[in-house]
């Protein structure tokens, strides 16, 4: 498919993406039209990982959420603005955002141990 060709993409109304946030994203919340998380960070560092991170599977995803951020959190906001409203793209892209930057190797008994629970090491405040 080329830029130019577009798919028709099913724009949900707000009633399924409420419901389907409960089920898939239960920490995203909708707002004006927008699909939303606020991500907690450590302080200024930690707020840059996490957008460094969204804008690597935006960019891979050639989907891109709008962002702010302040010391200590990241706001991410999707809505496919080709579509006028709320589609699978917005969801996919959610699901993948909330994949990585929750994710906590150390709970998942490999090899990789994550980020010890001490404060000099913490970055993301999870859920």
């Known amino acids: 498919m080329t830029m130019r060709e577009r798919r028709e993409e099913t724009v949900y109304d707000e009633d399924a993406i409420k419901e389907r946030l409960a089920r898939e994203l239960p ?48 706001i991410v906001k999707l809505m496919n603005h080709a579509a006028k409203g709320v589609t699978d793209k917005d969801f996919e892209l959610a699901a ?13 008994g490999g090899a990789l141990e994550g980020t010890p629970d001490d404060p000099r090491f913490k970055y993301i405040k999870y859920d």
Request: glycine share 6%.
């Open 27 to 74: 920490h995203w919340y909708l707002e004006n039209g927008w699909i939303r998380r606020k991500y907690k960070t450590s302080g200024w560092k930690s707020t840059l990982m996490v957008i460094n991170t969204v804008g690597h599977l935006s960019e891979a995803a050639f989907h891109h959420p709008d962002i702010s951020a302040s010391y200590a959190f990241v």
């Open 96 to 108: 993948m955002i909330e994949k990585v930057i929750q994710w906590q190797p150390g709970k998942e």
